[in-house]
């Protein structure tokens, strides 16, 4: 072979990759490791490889364990079909369906679940190994992750509903650098992506989606990117959430529902969130807590919206919407050129005489909010049909009952020195106007 | 073969790919049918494939038809070069040229023009595929569309200027899923990209020019992206349009001329069109109509500047500069936060006594409008040189004649209920006070 | 061979690429034009070539020069390792590290180093072509180039730490169309990406550090991007320049230490600066100078820290912080909701008594600066270690003395016309109220 550092995995002689992968890429980095012994770079140094995945369902049942710089393992096609919407089909008509299975470069995980706290051991992907330097350049591109079932809960009327498998399909464990997470598709996994202590990181033009958690960036990390994905988690789990991270660019993303957030941040610093588009069916889109500081969240879109669909029109992540579409627990944190828009019928909301928040500023100081334009609508309690065509034309056109009082924005006593302008009016916002500053939206027809 | 879901087009045996690639990769679209028969993942399953386009140029005498999920199409090349400029130097000069067509992994679509209104019937790929579930996951990757020639339409004196040829790239007429398209490069066709009943569509890092239009998002779809790319359209049709889009998500795209809006937005709600920078030739830069609502239009950069070159300068899009560089019939929407540059030559314009205007409210109710900064400019007529030096001079530096009269903000009568703060002191903002809320920019000097 | 236009460099006859794979290169380009020579299109035409170089170590002895359209240079794995850190590390423990180099396809660059001012002559990839048409659709993807050391300049204790070696990466002389440059790796170079005379250009979503300048886009150019980056150059040297250049797009990149600037603008019109998360060490993060016009700086997330590290702690970029975070010498540009963070030790700092400037407007008139908040804190000098958790820690949650004053927008009386809005009451905004507009922040507790 004259580039000895490519390997299909079709084509490596160390296992059936329809049977296990899992075993065939382990195999695959010891022969990495064997024929990459010298350091020097004159020896041929450790360039790492590339990994290909024809597109085929490959099925993992060996966890594929990483501890090698500069492996990319790559596919060519990310496969995503909506797994939920099939297993709410009856299985009577599974035959009329013209596939039943996401596909592309598609890997099957067939691990046995993990405990809670124990996700490392049932990722199909583990990244781990400590010493100097941090492992680098480790690249996921263009193939599909399918964590295969959900499991019951004992809540789920359907156990597909459920989110919960134990499964994760990338797990990083160990400080790293420079890794790259694109082109992938990820589906029905209790955990898609998990990465602690990053650095660098770039996680773009993903579709993870109808997974418990999308992605959870864990422990500390800085300087790294979540842009341009399509992301949807499960009713319980976040769709982008991040700890102790400091400098990372969060943008041009497309969240859909549900996720029990779009956006969570705790004790993340001096970061940016801008020109997402979130759509939740709860209150508490974008969330900073933790004492999250110095953040700008800029120039997105978040649509509050009410479940459309039978299987989860129950379904709530416990917050009435007194929370806040924005909810900050945290100082010095900039909110600047959102729209906020809000779709709920009115008569069932749990905390309707608490009233609906639009940005709810809880505890901290010095936070500043501009430029806030608040819509909330008071609309029919959707039928639950589950058609494509109709939750479109949901999102399109809810039937309008009118207008609907909110508070704009929400400063608690406990949050003070903060600035509020063109945020709403007098009687939209609820401030404190001896500790903290505060300019209404002008009123229609003042002259 | 190890890998049978790896198709190259050069390899396989059905056709000759430089003779027909459309007859080519019908076949392997057949042979994928053949082979993944049954939808049991035991069995194999129906992971779709990948088709391979190797630099090169292949004609296309025959439609491909796309009716499988998770099928992608992938080249080494996005090939694009001006098509526009070398037409318009005159042959005689042709033989001075280092290389006279597009490159890449080239396609050349040779199917007869389609009647306006059949444009499927002349499309390059044409997905379609009806029942359950709706195709997923085609991507199209790294190649190019070259429509070849433009056709007389009895205006342009040279036909290669006409931007019509009944053309189309790629044209997706059912309801679809987590389609890609991506890398591509696309030009001198009539309608690039045109897809239907679109869900969780990325359109990104495209190369989309010298089209008669771009992107056009039909019916209804939700949850989409188009971002990151290079688009430029020809004067009688669209960079980007979409129509009865929800949760669309329109970020960093560089749209240039001509094109005659950049972004048209029709029954568009709870959209996101952010961090794009927008030129255009024409007045109309973002248009939002039919009930757009609820969406937000957030840090843009847009210029409307004069046409500098000779083939197009009595091109217009037949609007006057009344209408407005951003354009809203609906309601509830947020425009925030864009630039917009005006230059022209006010002794020309159709429509000066009307008066040129920033953004124009027509119609609807409760939109906000803030912190916009129009920038206008008196220039002397451009020469109609073409040099591409010539171009960016201008761009760079137009003469200057002075700064010009606008009205930064006009709101009709027919649209009421707004505010508008920060976008033009009184002098500038034409609004009847007594039906909107308003707030003046400040003054100069005023103490 | 059935896909001639697709060059694999370890398969070439034409030379030992891991010996020197610019010599390989040229000899493919070579064979391109060979077999490429009719310009006619039904004779195979000029599609140009895709060029693949599998991961490995490939030393690069002579440059490579393109002079054809359509050439894909196409590699599989960026394989960037933080070099600076390795350095700075004692040869003793090297023996302890996992591995030394960066890795995935990687060039080292082994070149004599070029002088100041032919900087094209040391490029490792060299692009030129003069004539018609511009030489177009050239990409670089997914390789590492690697510039391999630094060079004793004189001043800095360790050579390595000089961000000198007259090295650059890609070097592109003439005007050109349509390049792409994605998912490269580029390491010790003292120029990484440096492109004259650009259109249509997409630099996107690639790894670019540790190099004496990062991006450079010189003489004049339009419509181009530079998007979803991660960055950060070397103390001398610029993260993101560009000079001249119409219609240009920055957004959403990650910019990091250290660069003397991050984003530096000269000469630039109507261009567009928008979702960047920018940090530097130094004061001038975002640079507008030379009549830089009808820019939009929006939706940015600034931080002006004070380096960590012990090799670095006594660099700088020669500015006091009175230069401002953001600085501007040009006319009508828009500056609005930024937030600026500013974390220094005051009592180290050279410029003291000036005080700490956020925004200052130089030169020009009638910009527009709206929304801006600027926190700043005084912190305690770091201790200079260099650990990584140490400097996500600093990050994170710097030992804070309290809030420092901060002079928020400065108007020097050079600059005239202004408006400022929203951007700091007034003690914190330095203006003459008699030439510009102003509109102070509200105040705390003003009813």
């Given at each position: 072979m004259t580039a000895p550092n490519r390997y299909d995995v079709t084509e490596w002689p160390g296992g059936d990759p329809h049977d296990d992968i899992g075993a065939v890429i382990n195999s695959i980095v010891a022969d990495i490791k064997h024929r990459q012994r010298s350091k020097d770079e004159d020896d041929g140094g450790r360039p790492g490889a590339v990994i290909i995945i024809p597109p085929g369902d490959y099925r993992l049942r060996t966890q594929a364990v990483i501890d090698v710089s500069y492996l990319r393992i790559e596919g060519a096609g990310h496969g995503f079909t909506s797994s939920s919407i099939r297993y709410n089909v009856p299985q009577s008509q599974w035959s009329e369906l013209h596939e039943l299975w996401p596909g592309g470069s598609r890997i099957l995980v067939d691990l046995p679940?993990?405990?809670?706290?124990?996700?490392?051991?049932?990722?199909?992907?583990?990244?781990?190994?400590?010493?100097?330097?941090?492992?680098?350049?480790?690249?996921?591109?263009?193939?599909?992750?399918?964590?295969?079932?959900?499991?019951?809960?004992?809540?789920?009327?359907?156990?597909?509903?459920?989110?919960?498998?134990?499964?994760?399909?990338?797990?990083?464990?160990?400080?790293?650098?420079?890794?790259?997470?694109?082109?992938?598709?990820?589906?029905?996994?209790?955990?898609?992506?998990?990465?602690?202590?990053?650095?660098?990181?770039?996680?773009?033009?993903?579709?993870?989606?109808?997974?418990?958690?999308?992605?959870?960036?864990?422990?500390?990390?800085?300087?790294?990117?979540?842009?341009?994905?399509?992301?949807?988690?499960?009713?319980?789990?976040?769709?982008?959430?991040?700890?102790?991270?400091?400098?990372?660019?969060?943008?041009?993303?497309?969240?859909?529902?549900?996720?029990?957030?779009?956006?969570?941040?705790?004790?993340?610093?001096?970061?940016?969130?801008?020109?997402?588009?979130?759509?939740?069916?709860?209150?508490?889109?974008?969330?900073?807590?933790?004492?999250?500081?110095e953040n700008l969240v800029e120039g997105n879109h978040l649509l509050r919206d009410q479940e459309p669909w039978a299987p989860f029109l129950e379904v709530s992540n416990g917050r009435g919407d007194s929370y806040g579409i924005i909810h900050v627990e945290g100082s010095h944190n900039t909110i600047a050129s959102n729209h906020v828009s809000i779709c709920v019928d009115s008569t069932t909301l749990a905390t309707a005489d608490e009233g609906i928040v639009g940005v709810r500023l809880a505890s901290g100081r010095g936070n500043y909010v501009s430029t806030t334009h608040v819509v909330a609508r008071d609309v029919a309690r959707n039928s639950g049909e589950s058609a494509f065509e109709a939750q479109v034309s949901a999102l399109l056109s809810s039937a309008d009952l009118g207008a609907l009082d909110v508070v704009t924005v929400q400063v608690d006593a406990a949050s003070t020195a903060n600035t509020v302008m063109d945020s709403g009016t007098e009687e939209e916002v609820a401030i404190d106007r001896t500790a903290n500053a505060f300019r209404p939206t002008p009123r229609l027809g003042a002259l």
């Open positions: 679940p993990a405990d809670h706290g124990d996700e490392a051991s049932a990722a199909a992907f583990l990244v781990a190994r400590q010493g100097d330097p941090r492992i680098s350049s480790v690249e996921f591109s263009g193939f599909c992750i399918d964590g295969l079932h959900f499991e019951p809960d004992g809540v789920s009327e359907n156990p597909e509903n459920s989110y919960r498998n134990g499964r994760t399909g990338i797990y990083v464990e160990d400080p790293n650098d420079s890794f790259r997470i694109s082109q992938m598709g990820m589906v029905y996994l209790e955990h898609a992506v998990t990465i602690r202590k990053a650095d660098a990181l770039s996680i773009h033009d993903n579709f993870i989606a109808e997974c418990g958690s999308c992605i959870e960036l864990l422990d500390w990390g800085q300087a790294s990117k979540v842009t341009d994905n399509l992301i949807g988690a499960g009713p319980y789990g976040h769709s982008i959430y991040a700890e102790n991270h400091g400098g990372l660019l969060i943008a041009t993303n497309n969240v859909f529902p549900r996720g029990e957030s779009s956006i969570r941040l705790s004790g993340v610093t001096r970061s940016l969130v801008s020109a997402n588009r979130l759509h939740s069916f709860y209150p508490g889109v974008v969330i900073l807590t933790d004492d999250s500081a």
